[in-house]
């Protein structure tokens, strides 16, 4: 349904599509569990996500590094830093946007991942974040039991 959506501490909630804006720039995140590829006798369950980034700022900025911080159903965080964004660091001028699409395995049936994009305005050379909004890792296989 497309008026049911949440918002929470800036990032809002699409059913699957989840976004968080940092200083004028929107990251969208849409999640897509992988059957096909996921092997859940094996413990090996795996995820693609679609991003795309807006620039609704009156900057032109490049994207340098990112950070994501991966989190499975046991807790177990990883943490991984990296030039750019599936082998590029894009240019974004005002009103532009990029959209790539990555993905990641876990062993468990659900976890978590949220990070950072560490950027810079390239007329003034000011560093600075924009946040990766926190998104779930669902499957048919993780264990919904409540409390």
Do not use: C
Request: hydrophobic fraction near 35%; proline fraction near 4%; avoid cysteine.
């Amino acid at each position: 349904m497309l008026n049911a959506h949440l918002r929470q501490e800036g990032r809002q909630t699409l059913e699957n599509i989840f976004f968080a804006t940092t200083a004028g720039i929107k990251v969208g995140v849409q999640v897509f569990y992988l059957d096909d590829q996921s092997k859940p006798e094996a413990n090996h369950f795996v995820w693609a996500y679609r991003v795309t980034i807006n620039n609704n700022s009156h900057d032109r900025v490049q994207l340098l590094k990112r950070t994501w911080r991966i989190t499975d159903a046991n807790g177990r965080l990883q943490v991984v830093h990296g030039d750019g964004v599936v082998g590029e660091q894009p240019v974004l001028g005002a009103g532009e946007s990029f959209e790539y699409t990555s993905g990641t395995p876990l062993p468990t049936a659900s976890g978590f991942m949220t990070g950072q994009y560490h950027m810079i305005r390239t007329a003034s050379g000011e560093n600075f974040d924009i946040a990766i909004p926190t998104f779930s890792l669902d499957s048919p296989y993780q264990n919904t039991r409540l409390h």
